[in-house]
T-cell receptor, first 113, second 114 residues
Framework: DTAVSQTPKYLVTQMGNDKSIKCEQNLGHDTMYWYKQDSKKFLKIMFSYNNKELIINETVPNRFSPKSPDKAHLNLHINSLELGDSAVYFC????????????FGSGTQLSVL | LAKTTQPISMDSYEGQEVNITCSHNNIATNDYITWYQQFPSQGPRFIIQGYKTKVTNEVASLFIPADRKSSTLSLPRVSLSDTAVYYCLVGDMRLTGGGNKLTFGTGTQLKVEL
C-alpha cells in the first residue's frame, strides 16, 4: 500500500486552464503539505494543513487553493494556469510531534503549454 | 530558518565511503539537522536526523561537531543505487502541528559509478 499517493502523475495542459491534483495519505498523520520543485530542483513548501486547518501559506498566488476535506486528504486546485506553474508538485505528510520527518508522494509533473 | 550550503555534486565509485558536508553557520539552539534522499521521479525520503555528536542508523551516519555549524552525512560502501540527490535541512523541531517551514535547498547530486 502506498503511504502517500497523489494523482495524476503527469498533467499536461494549456495556459489559462484550471486543474486539480489529489493527495491521500493512509499513515494516520495529522499534518499534510504541498511542495513545489522547480526545474533547478529547488523544493519549496507551499502549504501546510494540520487536521484540516491551514497552518502555512507561503506567499503562493491566490490561483492556488488547497482543500482538505478530511485529515487524510489534501487536494490542490490551480486556476488560470501560467507557464511558470510548470513544475513537479509533491504532497507530503508528517506524524504528530515529528514535523521534520516528512513522507512524500511520488510527485505530479505539471507542464503548462 | 538557518541557511544551509552543500556541494552541488559529488562523484564516487561502488564500495567507497561517501561523506557529504553541509554548512549551517546560523544554526539556532533549538534547530535539528535532518537529511533527505531523493531519487529521480520520486519524492524525498527521510534518511537521518541529529542534534549533536554522532547518530547512526541502518542507512547512514551523521556527524555533528561541537559548534554545530556544519554536519557530515556519511554513506558507507555506496552502491549504484545510492545515486540520488541528498538534502540537508535545519529547523526547529519544537514546532508541531504543521508549523515547520522546512525548505529544501538544491541538494547534492551524488553519482556512483562502477
Amino acid at each position: 500500500d502506498t503511504a502517500v499517493s497523489q494523482t495524476p502523475k503527469y498533467l499536461v495542459t494549456q495556459m489559462g486552464n484550471d486543474k486539480s491534483i489529489k493527495c491521500e495519505q493512509n499513515l494516520g498523520h495529522d499534518t499534510m503539505y504541498w511542495y513545489k520543485q522547480d526545474s533547478k530542483k529547488f523544493l519549496k513548501i507551499m502549504f501546510s494543513y494540520n487536521n484540516k486547518e491551514l497552518i502555512i501559506n507561503e506567499t503562493v498566488p491566490n490561483r492556488f487553493s488547497p482543500k482538505s476535506p478530511d485529515k487524510a486528504h489534501l487536494n490542490l486546485h490551480i486556476n488560470s494556469l501560467e507557464l511558470g506553474d510548470s513544475a513537479v508538485y509533491f504532497c507530503a505528510s508528517s506524524p504528530e510531534d515529528q514535523d521534520e520527518k516528512l513522507f512524500f508522494g511520488s510527485g505530479t509533473q505539471l507542464s503548462v503549454l | 530558518l538557518a541557511k544551509t550550503t552543500q556541494p552541488i555534486s559529488m562523484d564516487s565509485y561502488e564500495g567507497q565511503e561517501v561523506n557529504i558536508t553541509c554548512s549551517h553557520n546560523n544554526i539556532a539552539t533549538n534547530d535539528y539537522i535532518t537529511w533527505y534522499q531523493q531519487f529521480p521521479s520520486q519524492g524525498p525520503r527521510f534518511i537521518i536526523q541529529g542534534y549533536k555528536t554522532k547518530v547512526t542508523n541502518e542507512v547512514a551516519s551523521l556527524f555533528i561537531p561541537a559548534d554545530r555549524k556544519s554536519s557530515t552525512l556519511s554513506l558507507p560502501r555506496v552502491s549504484l543505487s545510492d545515486t540520488a540527490v541528498y538534502y540537508c535541512l535545519v529547523g526547529d523541531m519544537r514546532l508541531t502541528g504543521g508549523g515547520n517551514k522546512l525548505t529544501f535547498g538544491t541538494g547534492t547530486q551524488l553519482k556512483v559509478e562502477l
